[in-house]
Structures are given as C-alpha cells and as structure tokens.
C-alpha cells in the first residue's frame, strides 16, 4: 500500500478560518488555514498503516516533496517517518497559486501499486490542465490502482462540485471541514474509513 499526502500550501492558505464560540451564537477568526490543515494532517499521520510507504508532498503553483519513507521496518522507522512529516507540515509557507491537479498528478503518477492520497485544500484550483482536472484524471492509465480521499476545509471559494466528482470518479471520499474544533476528529473517522475499506478493495480492471 503506498499512501500520498498533498498539503496545499499556495497563498489563499494564509486566510484565517471562522471558528465558532462554545455557544454557536458568534464566530471568531484566529486559526488560518495552514494552521487547520495541519491539524488534519498530523490527525492522519497518527493513524497510519503498519505497512505502507509514504509521500508527503506541497503544492501551490507546482509540487514539492517535503517527507517520505516506508513504515515497514516496524514502530521505529513509523516515529521517524511521522516526525519528519510532522516538521515538515509545520515549515510549509503560503504562497503562489492552487495547481491541485498538479497534486492529483504526482499521487497518480506513483501509483504502481494501489496507492491512497489524502489531498487537503481550502479552495477552487486556479491553475488546471487544458482538459480539465477530472477529464484529465479519468484519462490516467493508473486511475484503477488510485483513490483519493479529499479534505475540503471551509472557505466560501471551495469549488465542492469539483471536488466531489474527483473524488468519486477514484472510489474515494470527500470530507468538508467546516468546523475547525471538530478538523482532527473528522478526519480521523474519515481516515479509519478509509483504512477499513483497504482490506476489501481490488483495484478496478481498466
């Protein structure tokens, strides 16, 4: 199992999130998106396969990768592999533009075998590839052996439409954040899912 995780990082990520207070009645700005979006992410890294290979990658303009290893060699080299992901989260800085496609496409383009990337984001992608994000996806030769579980953290500009379909069109899920107290929790429900349909899931014939 290989396990792709894509943290935006592009300039919209700088935006704070409405949180509300205990009562519901008002809301308050004090947490960005980049701040919510490693919430999530190290929510995910704690739950991770005993045996899978990981990738953590940025994205804004163009991909970068930021962490990877294998958890194969037991708990030791699973603590490596989280602290350095966990270090590399905490680097990221916002700025450029939302190429998610770009993102979607280093997962796919590493799935030689079947291969899980949770893509997080916070916004509508403004750089796509001439087809389209989901024409081009439906077009990859390993779409069979790719699911995407996509982390749509609140923001007005969220294109769900889009995300929806992409995540759809992979056998995936689609997890909106609207709540950043409750971000760790529903991610973790999201990806212990994700980790339950793992053991029933053939990779489609193409």
């Known amino acids: 199992l290989r396990i792709v995780i894509a943290a935006d990082e592009s300039g919209s990520m700088c935006g704070k999130a409405p949180v509300k207070n205990r009562n519901a009645s008002s809301t308050s700005e004090t947490a960005t998106f980049i701040q919510l979006q490693q919430q999530c992410m190290k929510a995910l890294l704690s739950i991770l396969p005993d045996e899978a290979s990981l990738s953590l990658i940025g994205f804004s303009a163009a991909t970068r ?7 194969l060699g037991g708990l030791e080299d699973l603590t490596s592999l989280r602290n350095r992901a ?17 993102a979607i ?6 799935a030689d075998e079947l291969t899980f990337m949770i893509l997080c984001t916070d916004g509508d992608p403004t750089c796509s590839p001439v087809e389209g994000e989901l024409k081009s996806l439906l077009a990859h ?3 069979p052996r790719f699911r995407l579980l996509l982390v ?8 769900l439409s889009l995300m929806h379909e992409l995540a759809a069109a992979t056998q995936g899920l689609l997890v909106y954040v609207s709540d950043p107290s409750m971000a760790a929790t529903t991610v973790i ?3 212990l899912l994700l980790k339950k349909l793992h053991a029933g899931v053939v990779p489609r014939s193409s």
Not at 65 to 71: I, K, P
Not at 86 to 102: E, H, K, V
Not at 105 to 110: A, E, R, S, T, Y
Request: with cysteine; charged share 10%; hydrophobic share 35%.
């Open 86 to 102: 966990i270090n590399a989260l905490s680097s990221l800085t916002p700025d450029a533009q939302t190429n998610t496609w770009a």
């Open 152 to 159: 749509a953290i609140t923001n007005d500009r969220m294109n």
């Open 105 to 110: 496409k280093c997962g796919l383009d590493q």
């Open 65 to 71: 990768s930021l962490a990877s290893g294998s958890v």
């Open 141 to 143: 030769p390993n779409l």
């Open 189 to 191: 429900n999201a990806g």
